[in-house]
């Protein structure tokens, strides 16, 4: 409950967060989804798929090429034992998820748009940047994903390089998509949630692991017997599940229903079926993620380069010399870990991994162009023409990747993949610390603004998350670096302003939540170069009750 008033009073000479400020009149100009309105005040499953939507796009980057392939690496390394932290890494994907759909909700701005009106210029820019270099990161992973399906769909013939450009196909097909309408495009979308599921429930089925197994490490919160190896890919589980773009995404997703801002019971009816959405979206990734995990975690634990050698040249499979006849254990990634279902289970089981892929790739470059043109058209205020800014960021995302598959061997893209993950986990923070910031300032979200126990928890979350994705960047950094002192310098530089950037942010959020007349808020040097620009004052009328819609 919230001593603040739903209507917020702000400073005059600043831009407000409503859909009043021409920044916000720019994105509104959208289709929007119509909620039906029902005579009834409980639970409506109408109301539940009109706003149906938003959270099974965003859930689609738990789902791309890079978090299968750290699904996949999990079960191998640590068969089921590392079920839990899958499973906690989306929990928490959702508590931040639901912080990003509520500021959309409630105040007509998507993420990227408010840290245009709350942040300075210089520290803008800065998140601004970061935010581009996790898209690139993801963008890559997605893009060298899908083509390696195509290239085992078409049994070698399409070689990697020429798989990325067919993946320029997506900005179009994107665009021409976009025109049918939004509920087609959801629909296009969840249809290729649904090939996932098929395609790697089918694995599941075949391959028939071990239920008990699965259950165990599920609710088993540790990793009994396990190598330094399984702790780092635990690392990687939340690394690969929490990606900070996607905040930025979902927050502009939500502005696609319409909903009336001025009422405060549509406000409430809009956070809860979103929150439900998003629960469910989850779910249905978390369970298809699970089935990879333990797909590899039944055929590969354990298992070296020759056992599957073996196999391989047993079922006479023409892919098997990518496996070394040794007795180092067995590192795949979602090519060699299509091979070994090939060989096990027959050929048939390779192209139906890979057709899963595909879908995994082809929906997550495409969600990809929508949070790189919020992400862009927010920090900039640009008013460029849906093209153009889909075209700009798809084309910043393909030049690099194109360079990495025409010049790397499809054998050595492992550990390109740890290396964008953790690209993305450093960029972790200017995401959830801008988000956490913004919902909890009573000058922006009003009654909706956060509890000091839903702060407390999201920011104890938060430092949990970052420090143990800062701990992977560091210790893949220091495993990898070479010499060289032009790089040392260009390390020690980045990392300065890394630190700098984050304590900026940090002590933006402690002010974003303090009461006009603290001391902090009215120090000068606070407000000219830290202090938000947006609502210096507020009102507090009397306390309102709330309650969610029953």
Known sequence: MSDYSLVLTFDESQPRPTNTTDLSSKVEKGEKVHIPESSSTGFSFRKLWAFTGPGFLMSIAYLDPGNIESDLQSGTIARYKLLWVLMSATVLGLVMQR???RLGVVTGLHLADMCYHQYRKAPRLFVWLMMEVAIIGSDMQEVIGTSIAIYLLSNKMIPLWIGVLITVIDTLSFLMLDKYGLRKLELVFGLFIVIMALSFGFEFAIVQPDIKDMAKGLV?????????????????????????????????????????????????????????????ALFVSFVINVCVVSVFAHGLYNKTNSDVLEICTKNNNTYSDIFQNDTELVEVDIYKGGVFLGCQFGI??????????????????????????????????????????????????????FYVAFFSNINDLTGMNDLLNAVMSLQLPFATLPVIAFTSNPRIMGEFTNGLGNVLITIILSAI???????????HTITNFTYNLTLLIGVITYSTIYLFMCAYLTLHLVISMLDDSSVLRKNPFVIRFIGPPIGNTFSQPKQTNYSPPK
Request: proline content about 2%; overall charge positive; charged content about 15%.
């Open 220 to 280: 088993t919160p540790w990793c009994s017997n396990c190598q330094e190896s399984s702790f780092l890919q635990a690392v990687g589980i939340i690394g690969a599940i929490i990606m900070p773009h996607n905040l930025y995404l979902h927050s502009g997703l939500v502005k696609s229903r319409k909903v009336d801002r001025t009422k405060k019971d549509k406000l409430q009816e809009a956070n809860y079926y979103f929150f439900i959405e998003s629960c469910l």
């Open 99 to 101: 912080l990003s759909a």
């Open 348 to 401: 048939g089981a390779m192209y139906i991994w890979a057709i899963g892929i595909l879908a995994a790739g082809q929906s997550s470059t495409m969600t990809g162009c929508y949070a790189g043109q919020f992400v862009m058209e927010g920090f900039l205020n640009l008013q460029w023409s849906r093209w153009k800014r889909v075209g700009f960021t798809r084309l910043v995302a393909i030049a690099p990747t």
């Open 465 to 475: 998350i970052i420090s143990i994705n800062l701990y992977f960047v560091i210790h």
